[in-house]
Nanobody, 123 residues
């Protein structure tokens, strides 16, 4: 499965951006992770199509919303109230096999990764 992410850009603090990620084939779950310079990759949000299970990383709860269209193999990440600390390279990830609920936020649950899209939030 190939993933194509888009929608990154630069925005001022408090602003919004919407990321999109399209998969070339059907998936069981799709997720967003991010990595800032000098930091480890961080879980942002995920959706497991079966059951519609959604999870968020603690740092984005209440500000980011993940949604998707399984028929189109596409997932979106609406990011509101952006902060400078949200600045990172955002990666789309997907799993063909259905991850267990407790592992939805684990990057090891996802075997397919996109190229990343940059999000920069200025103060």
């Amino acid at each position: 499965v190939q993933l194509q992410a888009s929608g990154g850009g630069s925005v001022q603090a408090g602003g919004s951006l919407r990321l999109s990620c399209a998969a070339s084939d059907s998936t069981s779950a799709m997720a967003w992770f991010r990595q800032a310079p000098g930091k480890e990759r961080e879980f942002v949000a995920t959706i497991r199509w079966s059951g519609g299970n959604i999870r968020y990383g603690d740092s984005v709860k209440g500000r980011f919303t993940i949604s998707g269209d399984k028929a189109k193999n596409t997932v979106y990440l609406q990011m509101n109230s952006l902060k400078p600390e949200d600045t990172a390279l955002y990666y789309c990830a997907a799993s063909i096999n259905r991850p267990i609920l407790s592992a939805l936020g684990d990057e090891n649950s996802y075997r397919n990764w996109g190229q990343g899209t940059q999000v920069t939030v200025s103060s």
